[in-house]
């Protein structure tokens, strides 16, 4: 079964730091750009943060540049989002996705992800 499964959420104080976890099982993550999204309570799915396959793009939302970083670890088959500085603005899902971009191993993005997790919390709150 392919899927992906994010982990590493919580709750925080405000300026505290997590690091999300996206972990594939069923399939390799070489060939996939991974994507971080999150949805706050009563806010629309957005897309913070991108790498594509081998690493070599990355993307920020304005919001979370110089707080967030985005890497991956192929060998693990896993992406992780190092979250620091968090604010209460910060609070949602967090959910991984994945897209295989089949012309380009550069490139990253948000729509059009073929699989994704089923999501973390993280709550950010004194």
Do not use: H
């Not at 806010?43 to 594509?52: L, P």
């Not at 979250?83 to 996705?97: H, K």
């Amino acid at each position: 079964q392919l899927q992906l499964v994010e982990s590493g959420g919580g709750l925080v104080q405000p300026g505290g730091s997590l690091r999300l976890s996206c972990a594939a099982s069923g399939f390799t993550l070489d060939y996939y750009a991974i994507g971080w999204f999150r949805q706050a309570p009563g806010k629309e799915r957005e897309g913070v943060s991108c790498i594509s396959s081998r690493g070599g793009t990355t993307n920020y939302q304005n919001s979370v540049k110089g707080r967030f970083t985005i890497s991956r670890d192929n060998a693990k088959n896993t992406v992780y989002l190092q979250m620091n500085s968090l604010q209460p603005e910060d609070t949602g899902v967090y959910y991984c996705a994945a897209r295989r971009y089949y012309t380009s191993m550069t490139i990253c993005g948000y729509l059009g992800m073929d699989y994704w997790g089923k999501g973390t919390l993280v709550t950010v709150s004194s």
